[in-house]
């Protein structure tokens, strides 16, 4: 008999809410913001507060280069269902706040000369680090989606951070810690106390009941390994 084995991997994905159903205002509206923020392919849930054609609506978002994967219970779950599209319950409502402070350096990359080929400007990059002095609170989250987030007091349980980059709690983190969203497995997660509803790096998730009860409450740093695991680390001070 065949061994079949369910692990645990969550997948990471934006959502799209759209007052709109004209298209031509979706596109000039999303494609910059895709293309600056977001790696091809990025996983795409649909909601909407407006009556849409959901077939050309998945139509138009893959032609801004990502995948629309489901749309969220709503306006489009008729239509959803009638073509056998995943229908999503909505999420707990989170309230996205600004950071205290937010550093940009811009990154310039240089691209690779190829004989014969005309020299092409290097594109810059910029990589946004927010730092967040206060503690977050219940129902709050702070999403950086262009690099690292560093909160100098501890998250409540039911708060949320993420980050495309690493993470770095100086105190309690009680919440939900997603650091690497958008594919980044080398980003990391450092905390001074651990007792997450749930840790995850690219996708790579443990909830609260799997988090190694050696490092519950501890300093510890979390990264994946090369078999894509991730390992708690105990920090000593």
Same mark, same amino acid.
């Given at each position: 008999?065949?061994?079949?084995?369910?692990?645990g991997?969550? /997948?990471? @994905? %934006?959502?799209?809410?759209? =007052? !709109?159903n &004209?298209?031509?205002?979706?596109?000039?509206?999303l494609a910059?913001?895709l293309?600056?923020a977001?790696?091809p $392919?990025?996983?795409?849930v649909?909601? *909407?507060?407006?009556?849409q054609?959901?077939?050309a +609506?998945?139509?138009?978002?893959i032609s801004? =280069?990502?995948?629309?994967m489901a749309?969220?219970?709503?306006?489009?779950? &008729?239509?959803?269902r009638?073509?056998?599209?995943?229908?999503l319950?909505?999420?707990?409502? +989170?309230?996205?706040?600004?950071? !205290?402070?937010?550093?940009v350096?811009?990154?310039?990359?240089?691209p690779?000369v190829? @004989?014969n080929?005309?020299?092409?400007?290097a594109?810059?990059?910029?990589?946004? !680090? *927010? #730092?967040? &002095?206060e503690?977050?609170?219940?129902?709050?989250?702070? /999403?950086?989606n262009?690099g690292?987030?560093?909160i100098? @007091?501890g %998250?409540?349980?039911?708060?949320?951070? %993420?980050?495309?980059?690493?993470?770095?709690?100086y $105190?309690?983190?009680? $919440?939900?810690?997603?650091?690497?969203a958008? $594919?980044n497995?080398?980003?990391? %997660?450092f905390?001074h106390?651990l007792?997450?509803?749930?840790? *995850?790096?690219?996708? !790579? #998730?443990?909830?609260?009941? =799997?988090?190694?009860?050696d490092v519950?409450?501890?300093?510890?740093?979390? #990264?994946?390994?090369?078999?894509q695991e991730?390992?708690?680390? @105990?920090?000593?001070?």
């Open positions: 008999m065949a061994e079949i084995r369910i692990k991997r969550m /997948v990471n @994905a %934006i959502r799209i809410s759209l =007052d !709109t &004209d298209h031509d205002v979706i596109r000039q509206q910059p913001k293309s600056t977001f790696p $392919g990025t996983l795409v649909i909601e *909407s507060s407006v009556e054609e959901l077939i +609506l998945i139509q138009l978002l801004l =280069d990502v995948q629309p749309v969220t219970e709503g306006l489009l779950g &008729d239509q959803a009638s073509i056998q599209f995943p229908v319950p909505p999420d707990r409502q +989170l309230q996205e706040i600004k950071a !205290t402070k937010e550093q350096v811009e990154l310039k990359v240089e690779k190829q @004989a080929v005309e020299a092409v400007a594109p810059v990059i910029a990589h946004v !680090t *927010s #730092y967040h &002095d503690i977050l609170r219940t129902g709050q989250c702070i /999403v950086q262009q690292d987030i560093i100098s @007091a %998250i409540n349980s039911g708060s949320e951070v %993420i980050a495309s980059g690493n993470i770095h709690i $105190g309690s983190a009680r $919440g939900r810690v997603i650091a690497g958008g $594919g497995t080398a980003a990391r %997660i905390c106390a007792e997450a509803e749930l840790v *995850s790096i690219s996708g !790579t #998730y443990c909830v609260a009941d =799997d988090i190694p009860q519950v409450k501890k300093p510890v740093h979390i #990264y994946l390994n090369d078999q991730l390992v708690f680390e @105990a920090l000593q001070f």
